[in-house]
């Protein structure tokens, strides 16, 4: 799954969550959110590694909550579960008799770098409890 899915699925979690506020099954979160609830095991797992979220084993157990969602940012969510930059890789090593090829990369990672930390910045002023009441009141949004 690409890093901005991957993103997108944890926000759907942890909102459903939020708003559930009962252990949830891997495939009620897949059902809700339409997606295999294998993806969703695995995305569990990064939540908890980051202790977002926890789960619980048998019958009654399930994913929850391991936070109050006022305290879990967008931010938080971003960062548990990404692997590498949202702007994707560079390719292959251009021709270095080319001026952009050889130049592009040094110029590029700055930019890209800046942009990261502006939204990261942006990712931090914004919680769960936040876009769950975007969610029931979406016409305050």
């Not at 897949?30 to 695995?42: D, E, H, I, L, M």
């Not at 590029?108 to 029931?136: E, F, R």
Request: charged share 15%; with cysteine.
């Amino acid at each position: 799954m690409k890093d901005n899915s991957r993103f997108v699925l944890a926000v759907h979690t942890l909102t459903l969550l939020a708003e559930k506020q009962e252990p949830l099954s891997s495939a009620f979160i897949a059902q809700s959110a339409g997606v295999n609830p294998v993806t969703v095991r695995k995305l569990v797992g990064q939540l908890r590694a980051a202790g977002l979220v926890q789960t619980k084993a048998g019958a009654i157990g399930g994913t929850t909550l391991a936070l109050d969602p006022a305290l879990i940012t967008l931010k938080d969510t971003f960062l548990a579960v990404r692997d590498e930059s949202i702007f994707g890789t560079f390719p292959d090593a251009p021709s270095p008799e080319c001026s952009v090829g050889r130049n592009l990369r040094p110029t590029l990672v700055n930019i890209l770098a800046d942009a990261m930390q502006s939204m990261i910045s942006t990712l931090d002023g914004v919680t769960i409890a936040d876009v769950l009441s975007g969610v029931l009141h979406p016409s305050l949004g």
